[in-house]
């Protein structure tokens, strides 16, 4: 979510693993693998996944350690992926380019000062999904058996509309947008140590007395992936102004203020681009010996690195009774 303050509204609440056992979560694979990305790459020697090439597939660490969380919960994770980006969202990419370069520059400057733990953690903002992290995600998942969507625009809309339509029980993202395309539950805290916790979408609304059209005003007067919000607006305040005027349009024209394209984030938000063609198979039967030599030996990551995680997920799998290895 482009204003995180929206955690202040949204009604959420620690819910323990043993609960979610049988599970579907709908993943915003984009959130869940660049949490992994940056984590790999602030806490890892580069040598350790930059190929002969110079390929760098940090991602492929990240998967192998995420995954086993969701096996040894007996917890179904459809990862669904990002389609073409909105033209609303350009200036937010370019900005985020723009901090990337930013701690490109800092980065060096650190490692030339001799600072490595500074070093680290501005090496970790610097990343971004390239199309090989792309494609050896995807290809490492399918290895695993683990299933895929591709959402034909926004992954966080597609997870919430799945969620909405009864496909899965959870979509699961660590930012807010889910809430703000309806998704009824919404998992966040995966890719952190202990429980997670799960956002009430209607919870927050009764909460607040709001619409969901309401909630989406709110969101867009804070600010979103999408605008930038309105100046001295937070979450409590942009709650009363639609309260109290009815909606966006009337909030705006109170506090003599403008959100280039409203109307059009509005609409992206009630009526996403999403697909209902997103079959899978949730009887996941993961090739242990091909994931397996597909990250060591073709992309030389040193089986240290991951032989813990693959155990990890034979032993839950075996654990949940499927009896076929490859």
Known sequence: ????????????????????????????????LYRYLTTTVKWTSDAVYTTTAGEEVANLMGVVQGLPKFFEHDI?????????????????????????EQAEERAAEAREAGDAIEAARLEARTQRLTDTIHETTRELLGLLDVPVVEAPAEGE???????????????????????????????????????????????TLAEHDLTWEGLVDVGILC????????????????????REHGDLWAAL???????????????????????DDSGF??????????????????????ESEVERGFERIEESVVQSGLDRWT
């Open 1 to 32: 979510m482009g204003n995180a303050d929206l955690r202040q509204l949204a009604a959420i609440e620690p819910i323990a693993f043993a609960e979610l056992s049988g599970a579907t979560v709908a993943i915003d694979a984009h959130n869940w």
């Open 76 to 100: 179904t994770p459809i990862f669904v992926f990002d389609g073409g980006v909105t033209d609303l969202k350009t200036e937010e990419v370019e900005r985020r380019r723009e901090q990337r």
């Open 157 to 203: 809309a597609q997870a919430a509309h799945m969620a909405r339509t009864g496909t899965v029980d959870y979509a699961g993202s660590e930012d807010y947008d889910t809430l703000l395309f309806g998704a009824p539950h919404t998992l966040r805290g995966l890719t952190s140590k202990g429980d997670p916790e799960c956002m009430e979408f209607e919870a």
């Open 223 to 242: 600010g979103t992936d999408f605008n930038e919000g309105v100046s001295g607006v937070g979450p409590k305040t942009a709650v009363k102004l639609v």
């Open 253 to 275: 024209e109170a506090e003599d203020a403008y959100v280039e394209n409203g109307d059009l984030i509005r609409e992206l938000f009630l009526n996403p681009d999403v697909t």
């Open 281 to 302: 198979d949730t009887d996941v039967e993961p090739d242990l010996a091909a994931a397996r030599e597909y990250v060591v030996d073709e992309w030389e990551i040193p």
